[in-house]
């Protein structure tokens, strides 16, 4: 990977803080990354050359377009991390009373429908004739064979979507893209403003935004396209659907 022409670019979307954020720090201290795109709502200041800011709101598609355009084509990673738990900070949902309309939209806008339009206007660029990588941030609740509690209604059942989303993507891209690999994400449950209210309830280790950002692109190092279209955990562990 010494020559300028074989390094890698990367995209990663949700670059203003938590995993993300952890996401471009990682890819940028690696020699073999040549460009890191960092997207989010909220500007970003980078120190480092090889990282781009640029903002985006996945959930407006003339966004979504206008920053594919400047990231260009032939990319060989993308990581949407952006997403939410519930709308405004407030708590998910315990039971069906607790749903309310325009929050459930919100999760659905910015967890299922803009990972959609990334992918809508991402994929096509990825190069045909080498591995590639579209990764998307989901989560194990989202997991309806693993729902043994309930709860937060809209964050599961968005995820459950964006789970969707990614498998069909899949079934699609393999067909042009032999080499590209769509996959979902979780990343355990790490330190950052989303896990904050309920971290004191968490029986298990709660890793670092750097840590689990470091994890998961070991993941996506060992990944094959076979694995297209599935959803693993931080450990490499497949989760089911
Ligand atoms: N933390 C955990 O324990 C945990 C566990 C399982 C799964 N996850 C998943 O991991 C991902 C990252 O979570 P996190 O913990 O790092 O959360 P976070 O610290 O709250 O960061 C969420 C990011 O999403 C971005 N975002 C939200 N709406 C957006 C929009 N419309 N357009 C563009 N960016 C938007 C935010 O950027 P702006 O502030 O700039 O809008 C922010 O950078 C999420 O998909 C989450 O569901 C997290």
């Known amino acids: 990977m010494g020559k300028e022409e074989n390094k890698l670019t990367s995209v990663v979307i ?19 990354v040549k460009t890191v795109y960092a997207l989010s709502r909220k500007e970003t200041i980078f120190k480092d050359d090889k990282i781009k800011p640029y903002k985006i ?16 084509t032939e990319i060989d990673l993308v990581i949407v991390a952006s997403g939410m738990l ?4 407030g708590l998910p949902e315990k039971s069906l009373r607790d749903i309310d309309l325009s929050a459930m939209q919100e999760c659905f806008n910015v967890n299922t429908f803009g990972p959609a339009l990334v992918a809508k206007h991402f994929i096509p660029r990825l190069p045909k004739d080498k591995k590639s990588i579209f990764a998307c941030l989901s989560a194990r609740v989202g997991s309806i064979s693993d729902n043994g509690i309930g709860g937060w209604y809209s964050y599961r059942a968005s995820k459950a979507a964006l789970n969707m989303i990614i498998k069909t993507a899949a079934i699609e ?11 979902g994400l979780h990343p355990g449950t790490v330190d950052t403003a989303l896990s904050k209210p309920f971290q004191r309830n968490v029986k ?10 470091g994890y998961l692109l070991e993941v996506l190092e060992n990944l094959k396209p076979q694995d297209s279209g599935k959803c693993f955990d931080w450990n490499g562990e497949k989760i089911l659907p």
């Open 86 to 89: 519930s709308d405004g900070g």
């Open 14 to 32: 949700g670059a203003s803080g938590g995993i993300g954020e952890a996401f471009v720090k990682n890819l940028s201290e690696m020699e073999k």
């Open 204 to 213: 298990h280790d709660i890793f670092s935004p750097e840590k689990a950002a």
């Open 173 to 183: 891209t393999r067909r042009r893209y032999k080499e590209a690999i769509i996959v």
């Open 57 to 72: 709101d996945i959930t407006n598609e003339v966004s979504v377009e206008e920053v594919a355009d400047f990231c260009g």
